[in-house]
């Protein structure tokens, strides 16, 4: 073949197609700088995630804090619970204690009630039968005293 020959797209040849896939981007060999510029890309962009990663530690670090000091609270408010508990639970047996004491006292105080009723009971049979024994008398004396003036007279 002569230099001058030109070849139609379709006929090009073996040495001219292995130059064009040469320069195809992607087959072109990197240069050290290329290689540097890429490097310190990643490398910004690992320092920016280690700083990230630092922040959300930090973060982090201040939520364990807080929630620490919650759980104290939290603490803090059990024991106050149990401690109203235990008061409750006293003035319940105070409050018990004085209800038992405020029945026995009404038993006790229903049994001297009832010996006072029988006494007034005892009194007023008394005082009905000694009525009727003073009406009979009564009776008695006014028919007396009409015979003795029928007998005066």
């Known amino acids: 073949m002569s230099p001058k020959r030109k070849l139609s797209k379709a006929g090009k040849s073996a040495r001219e197609i292995k130059i064009q896939s040469l320069l195809r981007h992607d087959d072109l060999p990197a240069t050290v700088g290329l290689v540097k510029e890429v490097r310190a890309e990643l490398v910004a962009k690992i320092d920016s995630l280690d700083h990230r990663i630092d922040s959300l530690d930090h973060r982090i670090g201040s939520l364990d804090h807080r ?4 759980d104290h609270r939290i603490g803090s408010l059990d024991h106050r619970i149990d401690s109203l508990d235990h008061k409750i639970d006293s003035v319940e047996h105070k409050v018990l204690s004085a209800i038992h004491r405020t029945q026995t006292l009404m038993e006790e105080q229903r049994g001297e009630n009832k010996i006072v009723l029988d006494g ?5 049979e008394r005082q009905d039968r000694m009525d009727g024994e003073a009406k009979e008398f009564r009776e008695t004396l006014q028919v007396l ?3 003795k003036d029928r007998t005066s007279n």
């Open 120 to 124: 007034i009971k005892s009194v007023m």
């Open 145 to 147: 005293v009409k015979a």
């Open 67 to 70: 929630i620490g000091s919650l």
